[in-house]
T-cell receptor, first 114, second 110 residues
Framework: SQTIHQWPATLVQPVGSPLSLECTVEGTSNPNLYWYRQAAGRGLQLLFYSVGIGQISSEVPQNLSASRPQDRQFILSSKKLLLSDSGFYLC?????????????FGDGTRLSIL | DAKTTQPNSMESNEEEPVHLPCNHSTISGTDYIHWYRQLPSQGPEYVIHGLTSNVNNRMASLAIAEDRKSSTLILHRATLRDAAVYYCIRWGGSQGNLIFGKGTKLSVKP
């Protein structure tokens, strides 16, 4: 069966510090991968998605970036965090194939910026 | 823009059926209807999806109107663990375009 791992579960960072959140998927090959953010009391916002190694699409302009160095590894980064980057970050995967493939989410990283 | 309309909140009693409505009057012919739910402090969980026909799985049933402008997620016997925010999402077109709205917060009373 497929599993998705995200870490860390919680993170407290000062403004201006760098960020690296990692997500890995096991039990499947060539998945579509996604990064979402959920601000407090709000819905999920898609940040990035990837259909293959090195292929990243950005949905929202921001000071965050994403990379996919391996087939089942997805990394969310920032060089300098802003206060507005606080939130609940979720990684998800789906089988390739369009709008009928469910997305499966990790447990998320709760990021607080001080 | 989620392009679906759901009630902000609903209440149910434990062990009773729950019908969660969703309006998607501008849905296109190629858009699927997906339902996810999110428990507090957890990532969303896939529940069910469909295109035109009603769908059943171990978690729930999805009833889709004949004109596809609305759908209803049916939990046959609500349990306390079903208390969550339920998202109705229409999804079609480009990859990754799964847009979550505010959803319906379901409370289940013992």
């Amino acid at each position: 069966s497929q599993t998705i791992h995200q870490w860390p579960a919680t993170l407290v960072q000062p403004v201006g510090s760098p960020l690296s959140l990692e997500c890995t998927v096991e039990g499947t090959s060539n998945p579509n991968l996604y990064w979402y953010r959920q601000a407090a009391g709000r819905g999920l916002q898609l940040l990035f998605y990837s259909v293959g190694i090195g292929q990243i699409s950005s949905e929202v302009p921001q000071n965050l970036s994403a990379s996919r160095p391996q087939d089942r590894q997805f990394i969310l980064s920032s060089k300098k965090l802003l206060l507005s980057d606080s939130g609940f970050y979720l990684c998800a995967w789906s089988h390739a194939g369009g709008p009928y493939q469910p997305q499966h989410f990790g447990d998320g990283t709760r990021l607080s910026i001080l | 823009d989620a392009k679906t309309t759901q009630p902000n909140s609903m209440e149910s009693n434990e062990e009773e059926p729950v019908h969660l409505p969703c309006n998607h009057s501008t849905i296109s012919g190629t858009d699927y209807i997906h339902w996810y739910r999110q428990l507090p402090s957890q990532g969303p969980e896939y529940v069910i999806h469909g295109l035109t026909s009603n769908v059943n799985n171990r978690m729930a049933s999805l009833a889709i109107a004949e004109d596809r402008k609305s759908s209803t997620l049916i939990l046959h016997r609500a349990t306390l663990r079903d208390a969550a925010v339920y998202y109705c999402i229409r999804w079609g077109g480009s990859q990754g375009n799964l847009i979550f709205g505010k959803g319906t917060k379901l409370s289940v009373k013992p």
